[in-house]
Nanobody, 124 residues
Framework: QVQLVESGGGLVQPGGSLRLSCVASGFTLDYYTVGWFRQAPGREREGLLCISSTVGSTLFLNSVKDRFTISRDNAKNTVYLQMDSLKPEDTADYYC?????????????????WGQGTQVTVSS
């Protein structure tokens, strides 16, 4: 069964950090580009960053620049999202998604496999 499973979400205080994991099963991520997205209540889903095995990472959302970092460990079939200096406006459900290939599509409809999401709440 092809699937992505996110983990690592939770409640964190403003200024804190979290690292989200996205583990793939049923397929190898070596040939896939993986993106991280988020959706806050009442808002549209927005792309954050993506990472390709060959091209590297691409930033989609400027508000997370220098605070969020995407990385991958192909040996563990896992992609990570390191989130630092978290703000209340980062509160959302976070999703990873994968698409076969080596470029980073900016439209979420281009991604073919999605995880179930993990909730992040930033609050004091």
């Amino acid at each position: 069964q092809v699937q992505l499973v996110e983990s690592g979400g939770g409640l964190v205080q403003p200024g804190g950090s979290l690292r989200l994991s996205c583990v793939a099963s049923g397929f190898t991520l070596d040939y896939y580009t993986v993106g991280w997205f988020r959706q806050a209540p009442g808002r549209e889903r927005e792309g954050l960053l993506c990472i390709s095995s060959t091209v590297g990472s691409t930033l989609f959302l400027n508000s997370v620049k220098d605070r969020f970092t995407i990385s991958r460990d192909n040996a563990k079939n896992t992609v990570y999202l390191q989130m630092d200096s978290l703000k209340p406006e980062d509160t959302a459900d976070y999703y990873c998604a994968a698409v076969f290939g080596y470029y980073c599509p900016s439209y979420d409809s281009d991604y073919t496999t999605w995880g179930q999401g993990t909730q992040v709440t930033v609050s004091s």
